[in-house]
């Protein structure tokens, strides 16, 4: 094999970037040394076969996937013969159809904490940007999540749609998207038929003014007790919806109230759960004349029957049933809503993509909705997405209480309290312990809930979510709060110089190469989440990195460090990886905590 090369010169590619992405670098040499050996493969297509990780070294190539003929063990074996060490891949093996490629680790480490401390505390915007790309420049993605319905409590089933939902706001954001993220409020229907008669009965304005939703909510339930032993209550609440729908001002009043006030106190949950929204959007917003115009467009089409004087879109042929659009009384029901509002979004936002963040029991509607926009030929109905997710199961209080989100927030908060109390110490040093047992409190339900591949269903668990131990939102924290208060215990050491004159290659330990390696993923981490929608490899990656950085601060010392230069370098590895497990919790939209 023949001696370092001491000219290589890294070539571009497309679709890489060195300067921000670290493992770019090493996959392009790894790269560059397929295509010496082979050099009837491109360097694009080699590049694309680089894939991180494996069972051994740091990066693998299956040579099969070129497709080139004969055996590929004997093609890898011509990559192997070919092969020159560089300043990125320091070693290459053939191992049967498979090249296992081991990056430099000097280069490695070097490399991918400057690019992170350039990235966080010297970027061109002031805001740190390590992990953040722009894939998505010049594009714009309106986000639908959360969505509760007025007048009730916002309960745990909306949880999830609003976790995942303000995540991909950020992971979209973080890409370059420009994103619009939209709350579509269940404010309109027969229900609020039913809350005008309940609350000429049971209402109390002073209640209301208190807390509109958990008043509305009590309203609701009373209501519904009368109207299954009166069906004429429910008579009396179409009605009055019809009026509200035929935009009657006397019926509209209340419910204007009734809106408004609900919105302020849903603002003020959403902010405790680190949530913002561009609009507040609703059913109610959707104009009737777009409604319409697109009922008028499906007659003119064919494609609407007549059910039972109930208008219905027949989609048996793609197993999607028969979709009602209008019903027999006149009034619109929500597909028609969505359809409507759809069309009214476009025209606003000129979107180039559309998110509906909504709970996998709804399948079949966003299914049979996609294909009403898609029969009415509007060209960006494709560009429409569904990213669906499973239920909560039991869900409740510690007592077993049915459950809303604020006493979920509260309990959780009051536990993680009593916990922090337990040491005198650390809990004297805390600005504020009540803002922090909630932050870690939320931390713990976001972290439960975004754990699993969003489609599985999961079951609430009280003292596995709460844990300070394993694979949880506690433990997740508290590793960033060590990270955090390594500088606080090193004073002698800060402030550090600049990167450039830290003696990074001290850091030749394999527990530090393998945290630099961890933290060079995160840019790949981020994208994944981005193709797939899913939180959940974020939470891994998070995870790892909290679990490797437990198991260094007993080998790679800082305090006590007899050699300076070195405790130096340690440090700037650990601030780098506290940079880095902020940046993925806050693309979770949980707030990393200095102390706990």
Sequence with gaps: ??????????????????????????????????????????????????????????????????????????????????????????????????????????????????????????????????GSSEVGKGKKVVIEYSSPNIAKQFHVGHLRSTIIGAFLTNVYKACGWEVVSLNYLGDWGKQFGLIAVGFEKYGSEEELEKDAIKHLYDVYVKINKDADEDPTVHDAARAYFKRMEDGEESALVHWRKWRELSIEKYKEEYARLNVHFDVYSGESQVGKESQDQALDRLEQMGLVKDSDGAKVVDLEEWKLGRAVVRKKDGTSIYLTRDIGGAVERYEKYKFDKMIYVVASQQDLHLAQFFKVLNLLEYPWAATLEHVNFGMVQGMSTRKGTAVFLDQIITEAGKVMHEQMKTN??????????????????????????????????YTFNWSRMLSFEGDTGPYIQYAHVRLASIERKNPNLVPLPSSSEIKTDLLDEPKAREIAFMLATYPEVVKTALQRHEPSGVVTFSMKLAHMIASAWETLLVKGEPNEDKARARLFMYICARDVLGAALRLLSITPLERM
């Design 424 to 457: 005198e110490e650390k809990y004297k040093t805390i600005e504020d312990p009540e803002y922090t047992s909630r932050e870690i409190g939320i931390t713990a339900i976001k972290i439960q809930d975004m754990s699993a591949k969003r489609i599985n269903n």
């Design 1 to 130: 094999m023949a001696t370092t090369s001491d000219t290589f010169v890294l070539p571009s590619v497309p679709n890489t970037d060195v300067a921000t992405c670290p493992l770019d670098a090493f996959r392009i040499a790894a790269a560059v040394s397929v295509t010496k050996g082979l050099p009837e493969i491109s360097l694009e297509k080699a590049f694309d076969a680089v894939l991180t990780g494996g069972k051994a070294g740091d990066f693998t190539v299956a040579v099969a996937r070129f497709k080139l003929g004969g055996k590929p063990d004997q093609w890898a074996k011509k990559v192997e013969e070919a092969f020159v060490p560089n300043e990125y891949i320091e070693k290459l093996e053939a191992q049967g159809a498979f090249l296992v490629f081991w990056a430099r680790t000097s280069t490695l480490v070097r490399n991918v904490l400057t690019t992170i401390d350039g990235l966080t505390h010297h970027s061109p915007t002031g805001q740190p940007t390590y």
